[in-house]
Structures are given as structure tokens and as C-alpha cells.
């Protein structure tokens, strides 16, 4: 059995501030951290606490789903009236391993529901590389949206900007947002995530989070300036964009219907989490033509923001970049399936961020800038 440590209450503090999961009533709860990185070879430290501490011995017995990934000790002894506790997980091979505690007795009230992970990976220096370059390309991302914001603003009209592409991008963001909360927040999913994809880490990281809410924010927002300001004649949804929203309220509350009534459920919601990202990954493939055939009816860019184009193609090609850094740091390629709603959002971004780039060439040597459509608005 491994060495037993007590820490400093300051350090556990820290750790349950950073990234803790945790039940707490009236009974005895555990905290825990959710999860951990380490190279091959060193150790995994697991912080654990008990609040409040248990008047008796606590025996927690580890369940790591695969022993030939990870070494750790089989049980772990927090003493009477000891709240605080250590053990050591020595990665041997690269995976990801997710461990299940149990105990003895009923002191503790989140047991059951308490699990966590140890990715083992083969560099310590490219998960932090990884972890810079998710950051960059989150910053592009975000960034991407606000010079077409300020040019509507300047201009107090939208007549550069597909409306059609501001609708599906909107409802785009929306499931997107669903997704990666849920996956990123919820225990009782991921748990699901690792019973499906046991040598997998969950894809999606507190960058992705942020990204689709704040985008779904400001896409509604663009909205918002669609009823404000001018736009042209040809600024009109499409049919097919309103068969298309009518389907996907459909589709979800179907769906939703089948993953939570407990009478009907037919599959988990998991599975629904990842339908409900597969929309988004259609409104990207979608969402651009439009913009591209108003290019084309005006034939100008002008009112569109290019500024946009290079931070959102900036922004795909370091996500791309990502997906395949954690792919082969975590030894699998089969990574890069597992969040296909990310990857698809890096390679047609790329993909359509050039159409425009050429559209914007072609038309400015051809026509210069000038634009053929009439506003209308308020």
C-alpha cells in the first residue's frame, strides 16, 4: 500500500476551489478532483477530503477501469477524525483511466456518484502546448465576431451580412452550447462518456465552454441589429431556412422526448447530447453559402467584415491543430472522432473562410466598391 499523506488545509483548499467535484448535505460528502494530467512514468497525486470529518476509520477502495494503465494502491485509510488525504497513481502506459471509489461503510452520502480520471500522456510539454494553442484558437474565435459587430454599429446598417447565415448561426450556437455545458458540468454524463469511450478523455475542455455561450450571446445580438438597423432587399430568410428551424424544433423535442421520459427512453442522454451537436456541426456546413450567394447577388463584399474572415479561419486552423497534438500525445487517433462537431467546425471553416478570401479578390478587381442592392429597413 502506498504511502498515506496528510496535507496542509491551505492545499486542499486550492484544490477544491480549482476543480473539485463534490455533494455536500447533511450526511458526510467526499471531495475529489475530477481530473488529472501527468507523463508517462510520474505520479498522479489524488487530493481527497471528507466534510465534515468522519469520528471512525474510512476505508475507500479504488476501481480504476483499466490496471495495466495506471498503478495505484487498492484502498486508501483516512483515519478518525481525519478529513484530509492523499494517494499516489503511477501512470505506466499512455490511456485514460477512469477510477470509482467505494467504502466501507455509509459514512459518506456521494460515493456512488464520485468518480474522476488520469490521462496519461507522452508529453507533458505538448499538453501544455495543446492547452496554449486551445486558447489561441478560442481567442480567435471570440475576437472573430466583433468587426462585423463594429461595422453594422459604424454603418447603423447589416446590409453586408446574410441574415439566413445569422439565423442558422444563432441556432447553431445554441445546440452547441448545450453540448459542451452538459458534457463539461455534468458527472452523471461523463460517467456515461467514459462507460462509452473508455480510453478516451472527455473532449470537451472549459475553453469550448466558453466559446459557444459567449458565441450564441453574440449571435443574438446580430439579431438585434437586424431589426435595429438597414439592410438590402435581398436580406429575407429563405424557405428552406424556415423548414429547417421548424425541423430542428422538431427534432430536438423528439429526441428529448426518447433520452428523458424514463417510460419512452430509448437511448441516453449522452447520445442525445451528441445528436443535438451534430446540428451544429450541419449549420456549419450551411450556414456559409448563403453568405457566399449574397457576395454574389451584390457583387461586393462590401459591408462584410474581413477582419472576421481571417480571425474565424486563424481560429479553425489552431483548432485543427489541437485535435491532432491531443491525438497523438494521447496515443490514439481515434480522438479526433470523438468530438466530430469540433473537428468538422475547424476543416469547414478553413474550407469556406477561402471562398470568401476569393470572393473578396474576385469582386474588388472586377467591380471595385460597389454595391447594386437597395436598403430597406427602419
Not at 211 to 235: D, K, P
Not at 247 to 275: D, H, K, N, R, W
Request: hydrophobic fraction near 45%; charge should be neutral.
Amino acid at each position: 500500500m502506498m504511502e498515506l499523506m496528510v496535507l496542509p488545509r491551505c492545499a486542499i483548499l486550492v484544490q477544491f476551489l480549482l476543480h473539485t467535484s463534490w455533494c455536500l448535505n447533511q450526511s458526510h460528502g467526499i471531495i475529489a478532483e475530477r481530473e488529472k494530467a501527468v507523463q508517462v512514468h510520474d505520479y498522479a497525486h489524488i487530493y481527497l477530503q471528507i466534510s465534515p470529518a468522519a469520528n471512525e476509520p474510512v476505508l475507500i477502495t479504488t476501481n480504476p477501469q483499466d490496471s495495466s494503465v495506471v498503478h495505484v494502491q487498492d484502498t486508501i485509510v483516512i483515519p478518525e477524525n481525519s478529513s484530509e488525504a492523499i494517494f499516489r497513481a503511477q501512470c505506466v502506459q499512455v490511456g485514460i483511466v477512469e477510477f470509482f471509489l467505494q467504502e466501507n461503510t455509509s459514512v459518506i452520502s456521494n460515493i456512488d456518484r464520485l468518480g474522476f480520471t488520469v490521462t496519461c500522456m507522452r508529453s507533458k510539454f505538448l499538453g501544455e502546448v495543446s492547452s496554449v494553442i486551445g486558447w489561441l484558437s478560442f481567442s480567435f474565435w471570440m475576437l472573430a465576431f466583433y468587426p462585423q459587430l463594429w461595422i453594422n454599429f459604424r454603418n447603423s446598417s447589416v446590409r453586408g451580412i446574410s441574415l439566413n447565415f445569422l439565423v442558422l448561426n444563432t441556432v447553431g450556437y445554441f445546440c452547441y452550447s448545450i453540448f459542451n455545458s452538459s458534457l463539461y458540468f455534468s458527472t452523471v454524463i461523463q460517467h456515461q462518456f467514459h462507460k462509452t469511450y473508455p480510453q478516451s478523455a472527455i473532449p470537451v475542455k472549459l475553453n469550448d465552454v466558453c466559446f459557444s455561450v459567449h458565441g450564441f450571446v453574440i449571435c443574438c445580438v446580430f439579431l438585434v441589429q437586424t431589426v435595429a438597423y438597414r439592410r438590402t432587399i435581398e436580406q429575407q430568410l429563405f424557405l428552406w431556412t424556415k423548414i429547417f428551424l421548424v425541423t430542428c424544433v422538431l427534432y430536438m423535442g423528439g429526441l428529448g422526448a426518447l433520452a428523458y421520459v424514463p417510460s419512452i427512453q430509448y437511448f441516453t442522454i449522452l447520445e442525445f447530447l451528441y445528436y443535438i451537436s451534430y446540428i451544429k456541426l450541419l449549420v456549419t456546413a450551411i450556414k456559409y453559402p448563403p453568405q457566399a450567394y449574397l457576395n454574389y447577388q451584390r457583387k461586393s463584399t462590401l459591408g462584410f467584415s474581413y477582419g472576421q474572415v481571417t480571425l474565424d479561419f486563424s481560429g479553425s486552423f489552431l483548432s485543427l491543430t489541437q485535435c491532432v497534438l491531443d491525438a497523438a500525445n494521447g496515443g490514439s487517433w481515434a480522438e479526433l472522432t470523438r468530438d466530430p462537431t469540433r473537428t468538422g467546425l475547424g476543416a469547414l471553416g478553413m474550407f469556406y473562410n477561402l471562398v470568401f478570401y476569393y470572393q473578396r479578390v474576385y469582386y474588388t478587381n472586377k467591380y471595385g466598391y460597389i454595391t447594386i442592392a437597395t436598403d430597406i429597413g427602419p
